[in-house]
């Protein structure tokens, strides 16, 4: 159980172009999924909190015009990344918190969006 | 702002020699998490400490919650090739916004 997918698991774009990153939570709801951004050999880094039926909390310094966050449902949320630059190339985790039995608050992440911007 | 000091940031050894890595903090969390990532995936759960004083064990894998539940620590008994990997430690401060430690990347020669 507690299993979350990630589509597309690799995508290649042009400058300019805009790129959605779908995380869906397969076995379980989630009111709250985590949207990430991780360099090599480091930590994930929160982008933003989104929550199921309301707007996304960014993090200090991510732009929300730019990493756009839908969560219409319970089992889905999606990142839209406007006007990629090579500079947004990276690789992006998303995770979903079980809305019930999940009294620790535990994650299950996604296998992440590795984004390259040409 | 809850912070979580992960170290050593980089490790590497030995195929059979034993190792720790440490999270420690300021702050008092209700849980912490430790997860496992591989290159090019997403991270995987190990294990969660809900009790000070805690000690789990998996495998060869052995995992301690401080009294206080505000430092943990992973100890690895005979690493092998196959433990290597960026391990993270994830605290749950009751926010329900998770705070990470900056992780350790593990290297194990083989």
């Known amino acids: 159980g507690a299993v979350v997918s990630q589509h597309p698991s690799r995508v290649i774009c042009k400058s300019g172009t805009s790129v959605k990153i779908e995380c869906r939570s397969l076995?379980?709801?989630?009111?709250?999924m985590f949207w990430y951004r991780q360099f090599p050999k480091q930590s994930l880094m929160l982008m933003a909190t989104?929550?199921?039926?309301?707007?996304?909390?960014?993090e200090q310094g991510v732009e929300k015009d730019k990493f756009l966050i839908n969560h219409a449902s319970l089992t889905l949320s999606t990142l839209t990344v406007t006007s990629a630059h090579p500079e947004d190339s990276s690789f992006y985790i998303c995770?979903?918190?079980?809305?019930?039995?999940?009294?620790?608050?535990?994650?299950?992440f996604g296998p992440g969006t590795r984004l390259t911007v040409l | 702002t809850q912070l979580l000091e992960q170290s050593p940031q980089f490790l590497s050894i030995q195929e059979g020699e034993n190792l720790t890595v440490y999270c420690n903090s300021s702050?008092?969390?209700?849980?912490l998490q430790w997860y496992r990532q591989e290159p090019g995936e997403g991270p995987v759960l190990l294990v969660t400490?809900?009790?000070?004083?805690e000690v789990k064990k998996l495998k060869r894998l052995t995992f301690q919650f401080g009294d206080a539940r505000k430092d943990s620590s992973l100890h690895i008994t005979a690493a092998q090739p196959g433990d290597t990997g960026l391990y993270l430690c994830?605290?749950?401060?009751?926010?329900?916004?998770?705070?990470f430690g900056r992780g350790t990347s593990l290297i194990v020669h083989p």
């Open positions: 989104s929550n199921e039926g309301s707007k996304a909390t960014y």
């Open positions: 076995d379980f709801q989630a009111t709250t």
């Open positions: 995770s979903a918190s079980p809305t019930t039995g999940n009294s620790y608050n535990e994650q299950f």
């Open positions: 994830v605290g749950e401060g009751g926010s329900y916004i998770p705070t």
């Open positions: 702050s008092v969390f209700s849980s």
């Open positions: 400490v809900v009790t000070g004083g």
